[in-house]
């Protein structure tokens, strides 16, 4: 089917490139001409796994274009994806600004029947606003739907999200919408597909998606409550983690012994510096206030927001501890990412980290595998260093803040000593408190 996917960022650039590796013909549009320039010589403006690899081969095959015209997008579509930002406004709500000048554009230019599916998390009710600028904008004799269509792939595991999620969910007010968003699932839904990261039969995830049908408010709202109960999963294992340490108990043996209840579930029960990103803090801070306009006060998702924050706070008071006064102390960060296999640093517990220490007049040294770039551009006042090496030279405190697995493998004897006093704060509880008690290290962790 031919495809637009509108906006190119983390979202757009994974379905555009994910939808033309399962067969289709997709035309990616971003008004940002020096993205789509990057893009059109086949690299990509952004870390991702696999991503590259994947543009390179749908562009050779023609199955992948990418223009900076929307009109040049929009002609031959039948589907319209829009996955352009909505990034939080001052109060919290989401900025729905591009949706709607894009819905315009796409409504102006449309010469033919076109399907408008929501792709960016949006607030409920805004499939009936697109739908009303449709009718406002397009010309009469122009037919068109409009579908909600939530994406639910995390960052740095996207390629691998996309061709395999658990479920599908398409908001739809016609059988006409349902039956294309259908033709252009069957790959994944019916597993009809190479897998781009495991290649024939041994991908072990290739097994039949789900695929849920609902009206389009339905759809928007099982976005925003899937990343609210992540959230709060989240948030509700940080705080038994701080009653843990109140207690003496283990964060990882609670974790696991909850997890294992199939009703709990395992995941998203790792204690840490907490939850960042540009999904779960921003879709909470709009849920709130959306809830909030419909009459409904979200006490529950203000305090998982709450807990958040505190997680910051918890940190600097584990090195004021040690270390009484930070004033003129050298404390190293590694990982500057909000989570690992990603070089996105918005709202990253690490860069919060870092304003905090600055705020209380220490020296902070930083290092990321991928994030440099973009934390050197954001936070001029930290000394970035090439390596975890050269971080931990002559620091009093070094802070895990990003699992990756690159520190896994430290020699951690080295980075003991190089630094002026041997502290770690585990911010992910990435390593084995034992292990680097035996190196000589003062270790502590979150809630263990
Ligand atoms: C999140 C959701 O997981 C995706 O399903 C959703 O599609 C996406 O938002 C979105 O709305 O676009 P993402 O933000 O990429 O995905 O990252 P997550 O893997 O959810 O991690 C979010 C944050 O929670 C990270 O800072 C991570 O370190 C933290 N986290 C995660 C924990 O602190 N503990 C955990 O157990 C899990």
Redesign the pocket.
């Known amino acids: 089917m031919n495809i637009a996917v509108i906006g190119v960022g983390y979202?757009g650039l994974v379905t555009g490139v994910c939808l033309a590796e399962i067969g289709h013909k997709v035309i990616c549009q971003d008004s940002d001409e020096e993205k789509i320039r990057v893009l059109k010589e086949a690299r990509i403006p952004i870390y991702e796994p696999h991503l590259e690899k994947l543009v390179v081969r749908n562009k050779n095959k023609g199955r992948l274009s990418f223009t900076a015209n929307l009109q040049d997008a929009v002609t031959n579509a039948i589907a319209v994806f829009i996955c352009v930002g909505t990034p939080p406004l001052e109060n919290g709500e989401a900025d729905l600004s591009a949706i709607e000048a894009v819905t315009r554009k796409i409504a102006r230019f449309s010469s033919s029947y076109k399907l408008i599916v929501e792709k960016s998390?949006v607030p409920v009710q805004t499939g009936l606003w697109v739908e009303r600028t449709m009718n406002i904008h397009r010309s009469k004799n122009i037919d068109f739907d409009v579908a909600s269509n939530p994406?639910?792939?995390?960052?740095?595991q996207a390629v691998c999200d996309f061709p395999h999620p658990d479920r599908i969910v398409i908001g739809v007010q016609n059988e006409k919408a349902e039956n294309l968003l259908r033709e252009i699932y069957e790959p994944i839904i019916n597993c009809n597909f190479n897998c781009p990261i495991h290649s024939g039969n041994s991908c072990s995830e290739n097994e039949l998606v789900p695929l849920i049908v609902t009206d389009i408010n339905s759809a928007e709202l099982i976005k925003h409550a899937?990343?609210s109960f992540?959230a709060m999963k989240?948030s509700f294992i940080n705080a038994i983690a701080d009653i843990c340490e109140m207690t003496g108990a283990n964060v990882r043996d609670v974790a696991h012994g909850i997890g294992l209840d199939k009703r709990i579930g395992r995941d998203?029960?790792?204690a840490?510096i907490?939850?960042?990103?540009f999904?779960?803090p921003k879709?909470i801070q709009s849920f709130i206030k959306i809830t909030k306009r419909l009459g409904y006060d979200f006490k529950l998702l203000r305090e998982v927001e709450k807990i958040n924050e505190q997680r910051i706070v918890k940190v600097i008071e584990k090195l004021k501890r040690k270390l009484s006064t930070l004033k003129g102390k050298t404390i190293g960060l590694l990982g500057l990412s909000?989570?690992p296999d990603t070089d996105d640093i918005r709202f990253s517990?690490a860069l919060k980290i870092a304003q905090f220490l600055l705020k209380q007049g220490a020296i902070v040294k930083g290092y990321d595998p991928e994030a440099m770039g973009k934390a050197e551009k954001e936070f001029t006042e930290v000394l970035y260093c090439k390596n975890a090496y050269q971080t931990a030279e002559k620091t009093e405190a070094l802070i895990i803040c990003t699992e990756w697995e690159e520190f896994k493998n430290l020699d951690w004897k080295q980075i003991k000593s190089l630094m002026i006093y041997p502290f770690i704060v585990d911010g992910r509880n990435m390593l084995i408190k034992e292990q680097m008690i035996k190196v000589g290290f003062e270790y502590v962790g979150i809630g263990i």
Request: hydrophobic share 40%.
């Open positions: 979202v998390t994406e639910f792939l995390r960052e740095g899937s990343n992540l989240i998203f029960l790792r840490g907490g939850f960042g990103g999904c779960l879709d909000f989570k517990p």
